[in-house]
């Protein structure tokens, strides 16, 4: 299982990014993928996510209007497209996948393999 996040980058408030991770070794069909992300003194947090076992996608209260997650099951690659950035959304971001397809709870304990993080930078 291999999982590379790109698209971080420093953007003014009110902004927009799309994070990809790209996945290999694996198929989205029978896991559940999910976007978490770290800020400098936090905990990881987890804010979005994708089930195989329902097709539902979830978001965190956080992020819920502003962010949206979307899958490529051709291409094997999960995206998460951030509108109306905020300084608080600043955090290293990652990508994880939960082998047995659920996405609750979204913990970081509960995902078995992750990308290697992408800084998010966002400006006021």
């Known amino acids: 299982v291999h999982l590379v996040e790109s698209g971080g980058g420093l953007v003014q408030a009110g902004g927009s990014l799309r994070l990809s991770c790209a996945a290999s070794?694996?198929?989205?069909?029978?896991?559940?993928m999910g976007w978490f992300r770290q800020a400098p003194g936090k905990e990881r947090e987890g804010i979005s996510c994708?089930?195989?076992?329902?097709?539902?996608?979830y978001y965190a209260d956080s992020v819920k209007g502003r962010f949206t997650m979307s899958s490529d099951n051709a291409k094997n690659t999960v995206y998460l497209q951030m509108n109306r950035l905020k300084p608080e959304d600043t955090a290293v971001y990652y990508c994880a996948v939960e082998i047995k397809g659920w996405c609750f709870p979204l913990l970081p304990k509960r995902y078995d393999d992750w990308g290697q993080g992408t800084q998010v930078t966002v400006s006021s």
């Open positions: 070794g694996f198929s989205f069909d029978d896991y559940a």
């Open positions: 994708i089930s195989s076992r329902d097709g539902d996608t």
